[in-house]
Nanobody, 128 residues
Framework: VQLQASGGGLVQAGGSLRLSCSAS????????MGWFRQAPGKEREFVAS????????DYADFVKGRFTISRDAAKNILYLQMNSLKPEDTAVYYC??????????????????????WGQGTQVTVSS
């Protein structure tokens, strides 16, 4: 299983980007999928997640009201719509998948160890 994240780029503060994440390889079940980000010199941090069935979402406080996670279940594509971008949003953004419901445990959905499959990351740079 390989996840491919795309849609990153350079944008001015206040601008928008939409990230996409698709999968290739063998089919796998999706219990939850998420987006994480990692800035230089910092740990990977949770951004948002979505339950594949039902669409329940969760967001880090620093993106609430600005980012929206969604999925196209028919096409098996995960999205992250990012609006009102700030320079501090600059990071490599990773999509991730939990196929085994590990993230059903409270709190685990916000931790990288809750996810088995990871994309290669897409760079988002926000200029001031």
């Amino acid at each position: 299983v390989q996840l491919q994240a795309s849609g990153g780029g350079l944008v001015q503060a206040g601008g928008s980007l939409r990230l996409s994440c698709s999968a290739s390889g063998r089919a796998f079940s999706r219990y939850r999928m998420g987006w994480f980000r990692q800035a230089p010199g910092k740990e990977r941090e949770f951004v948002a997640s979505i339950m594949w069935s039902g669409g329940s979402t969760d967001y880090a406080d620093f993106v609430k009201g600005r980012f929206t996670i969604s999925r196209d279940a028919a096409k098996n594509i995960l999205y992250l719509q990012m609006n009102s971008l700030k320079p501090e949003d600059t990071a490599v953004y990773y999509c991730a998948a939990d196929p085994s419901s590990r993230t059903v445990v409270p709190g685990v959905a916000r931790l990288p160890r809750g996810y088995d499959y990871w994309g290669q990351g897409t760079q988002v740079t926000v200029s001031s």
